[in-house]
């Protein structure tokens, strides 16, 4: 079982930046590979970005490709989104997402945190 917990959402304007931190109980983080989705309102939930568990391998959505960036800490049990040159479109709950198998763009991870709000203002 694994928990997760998101934290560092926010309000920003356009064309700030946001550092979204997930932290996960239990000893075994490090052989989980993590995603970060989001959902806008009246929108599916959309991926945008995962890594392997060593953090050796990192994925994105195009739509934020160059502007996000998904890492680990595996001491701290904790995998990061660092978000830079906000855009108003990228307004989202934030979730992060473990799973025992990397999986890119699908949902169908295991373990899902509560979200954390991310608003960017024009």
């Known amino acids: 079982q694994v928990q997760l917990v998101e934290s560092g959402g926010g309000l920003v304007q356009a064309g700030g930046?946001?550092?979204?931190?997930c932290a996960a109980s239990g000893r075994t983080f490090s052989s989980y590979a993590m995603g970060w989705f989001r959902q806008a309102p009246g929108k599916v939930r959309e991926f945008v970005a995962a890594i392997s568990w060593s953090g050796g391998s990192t994925y994105y959505a195009d739509s934020v490709k160059g502007r996000f960036t998904i890492s680990r800490d595996n001491t701290k049990n904790t995998v990061y989104l660092q978000m830079s040159s906000l855009?108003?479109?990228d307004t989202a709950v934030y979730y992060c997402a473990a799973d025992k198998n990397l999986k890119v763009i699908s949902p169908e991870?295991?373990?899902w945190g509560q979200g954390t709000q991310v608003t960017v203002s024009s």
């Open 17 to 21: 930046s946001l550092r979204l931190s």
């Open 87 to 89: 855009k108003p479109e």
């Open 109 to 111: 991870y295991d373990y």
